[in-house]
Every structure is written in C-alpha cells, then in structure tokens.
C-alpha cells in the first residue's frame, strides 16, 4: 500500500513535466494575420527573433485557436498590442499543426 501511495505522488508531481507543452519566452512578433473568415478561425503569429522545426524545417509561425470569441478576441489584442508597442510575448504551445506551432496562452512582456 505505501509503494502505491510513493507511486501515485511521484506520477502526479512528475505527470505536468512529461506533458506536451512548452513555454516560449521573448517571442518579438512581426505580423499578425487571419487567414479565413469564419468564427472560430485561427490567427497566425509571425515571430522575429524565435524559430521552430514544425513541419520538418525551420518556422517561426505560431498559430492560436480559440474555442471562444471572447477568448479570441483577448489573446488577438494582446499580440496586437505587443506588436504595436514592441513588447514580447510569451506563449505556452502544444505541438505542431503543419507548419505552426499551435499555442495555447499568451502572456504579455514588458
């Protein structure tokens, strides 16, 4: 029973280290572009300064879902934001659609 319990509290500290994501720091954007016109269309992130091997070579795409518009529309002015005042950003991301790196928060540097 002991081994059992050191087992379960190894796993559940350990478990977030083993996931998929991966926090990005000191992303300089230099575009920002939605390609398609529909409600939950992605938008896309052009970074200047940080480059990634989606899609077999180098990118330095980032692509943001959201599953809401609000939260579209918070995470699309952020970056737009960090571009217009030449801020960072920092984003959490979870593997690789084609090209892009799909991200899943961004998170404003000043």
């Known amino acids: 029973m002991r081994k059992l319990v050191y087992w379960l509290l190894f796993f559940a500290v350990c478990a ?3 996931s998929d994501t ?8 230099s575009s920002i572009e939605q390609l ?11 970074a200047r300064n940080k480059a990634h091997r989606c899609g077999g070579k180098s990118s330095s795409l980032f692509r943001v ?7 579209a529309m918070r995470r699309f002015f952020l970056a737009l934001e ?5 801020w960072s950003i ?6 690789c659609e084609d090209k892009a790196l799909l991200v899943n928060s961004i998170r404003l540097e000043h």
Request: charged share 30%; glycine share 8%; net charge negative.
């Open 16 to 18: 977030p280290a083993w």
């Open 65 to 71: 879902y959201s599953e809401y518009e609000a939260v």
């Open 36 to 46: 398609e016109d529909d409600e939950e269309a992605p938008f896309e992130i052009r």
């Open 90 to 95: 920092s984003v959490t991301t979870d593997g």
């Open 82 to 86: 960090a571009m217009k005042q030449g």
């Open 22 to 29: 991966t926090k990005v720091h000191g992303i300089i954007i």
